[in-house]
């Protein structure tokens, strides 16, 4: 289900939160430091959700925390939540049954509100398992929501992990965000270059719905131009022509 990832620098990310449990840890800060910057480079090259997603599945799985991982998006149409990326489709099942029950519980909903880590219980008392759930959120804008189920071995330096766990899906929802807003302009583009009706008399524009507006009033209102006025040289030598 997932699209092929290739980077050396999740691996730093495993490599770095292990290494930070020893002494000489601040030595290898940088390399964290090194790693996040590239990871917002990786997110800058993709053109697609899938995309976004891929590469912040991949970094995440350096931080060693996961042993299932998925990610759910709003869907604008009807703003509900679809899964939009598991490691596979067995994953999928798996972590959609959990995030059901958590829907149910309201503790997805609780954690749409969070900007850290909400953490769940699952299975039998005498042997349970915990999982995450982490809003994918910028600002007060829900772009979707993360779903892990814990390893049972606990990952070295865990506490930093869910730190860096929070500051690679702040960084996802951003992308996701931009990604969003630079759709929405492509489409007033592609709004403002194909036919419209405008009225022969007053050129008024009649928009999907029926209704007509000023031409600058609608040009305004679905894209991000801005409407000057001048004269052009036809209506200057027309109009503000001294009579001879």
């Known amino acids: 289900m997932s699209e092929t990832f290739d980077s050396v620098y999740p691996d730093f990310l495993c490599a770095g939160l292990e290494k930070l449990s020893r002494l000489d840890a601040q030595q ?9 910057e590239h990871f917002r480079r990786d997110l800058h090259e993709q053109t697609s959700v899938k995309g976004i997603l891929t590469v912040s599945q991949s970094y995440i799985g350096g931080l060693n925390l996961f042993s299932k991982a998925g990610f759910w998006t709003v869907n604008t149409k009807d703003f509900s939540f679809d899964l939009s990326l598991a490691a596979s489709e067995a994953d999928g099942v798996v972590l959609q049954s959990l995030v059901d029950g958590q829907v149910k519980a309201g503790r ?18 005498s042997d349970p398992e915990r999982g995450v759930l982490h809003s994918l959120a910028i600002s007060s804008q829900v772009m979707g929501m993360f779903c892990g189920l814990l390893r049972r071995e606990a990952a070295p330096s ?16 951003d992308a996701l965000a931009t990604l969003r807003r630079t759709r929405q302009l492509t489409s007033q583009i592609e709004t403002l270059q194909s036919l419209l009706p405008v009225c022969a008399w007053c050129k008024k524009v009649r928009n999907d719905r029926g209704y007509w507006y000023q031409i600058e009033k609608y040009i305004t209102a679905n894209s991000n131009t801005k409407i000057t006025h001048g004269i052009c040289p036809e209506c200057q030598d027309k109009f503000l022509k001294p009579a001879e």
């Open 158 to 173: 865990q506490e930093v992990a869910f730190s860096l766990l929070s500051t690679l899906l702040g960084v996802c929802a």
């Open 28 to 36: 290898e800060l940088p390399a964290l430091f090194a790693a996040l």
């Open 108 to 125: 997805f909903a609780f954690a749409l509100r969070q900007g850290t880590p909400v953490f769940f219980l699952l299975g039998s008392e």
